[in-house]
């Protein structure tokens, strides 16, 4: 669970709004240079973790869950925002087949003009550390078998590796296959499974701005947060 309650230096103003669904604080960022996360743990207590934004060039992008927004950062400015469409009915994801929309800190791993799903663009996350970390939990022989996979088929440390091991165990799936896409944003209807979803014309403008930028948008840093 994730709380996003402070910010370092600033630059403009900032409004800080009761959340909806926790006892915490949600910041609207307009241009921080570093954010402070709390993360809940097994002992009610939490942790603290400074994530540094971008200073000279870069881009950061901020998914606010409970506010159903997507904000680009670049140079510690906000150039760019848009609706979005996520999963939040529990605090976060837990297993595959609740379906959440997870929440941390992500890369990007991979972008591609996709039609099959009809989501225009595809823009997939790294989320292997979360997906490891999520299926420990949930499971008992979690890790064994984690285990057991890589010692016969390799490390499990890409997409690819989590599907065949997906293969393996179908009734224990691992978290994979997060990503921001189109596909339509709707006020009404939740449709993602897991996903952050945008309009297709907003998905076009938000993938083009990131092909543009250095590495063609790859690991560029993603954070998401209720």
């Keep these: 669970m994730l709380f996003l309650l402070g910010l370092g230096a600033y630059v403009g103003k900032f409004h800080i709004v009761p959340a909806m669904k926790k006892a915490a604080l949600t910041v609207w ?8 996360i709390y993360e809940k743990n097994n002992h009610d207590d939490f942790s603290k973790t400074v994530i540094p934004l ?41 297993v595959w087949e609740d379906g959440q929309t997870p929440e941390g800190i992500f890369y990007i ?48 440390d890409s997409d690819k590796k989590i599907r065949q091991f997906n293969q393996l165990h179908p009734s224990q799936n691992m978290l994979r296959g997060v990503g921001i896409h189109g596909g339509g944003f709707s006020l009404y209807h939740e449709w993602v499974e897991g996903c952050v979803a945008l ?25 998401i947060q209720d």
Excluded: C
């Design 109 to 156: 791993e991979t972008m591609d003009k996709v039609s099959d799903p009809p989501w225009s663009r595809w823009i997939r996350l790294n989320t292997m550390e979360k997906a490891r970390a999520l299926y420990s939990d949930a499971y008992t022989d979690g890790i064994q078998l984690i285990n057991s996979f890589e010692a016969h088929y390799g490390a499990l």
């Design 54 to 94: 971008p200073q000279e060039s870069g881009y950061l992008i901020a998914v606010y869950k409970d506010q159903h927004k997507l904000k680009l950062f670049r140079n510690n400015e906000l150039v760019k925002e848009y609706d979005v469409n996520v999963r939040r009915e529990l605090e976060d994801r837990k």
């Design 29 to 36: 960022l307009n241009t921080p240079t570093e954010l402070t």
């Design 199 to 223: 309009s297709d014309e907003n998905v076009i403008e938000l993938f083009d701005i990131l092909k543009d930028s250095e590495n063609g948008g790859i690991g560029i840093k993603v954070v």
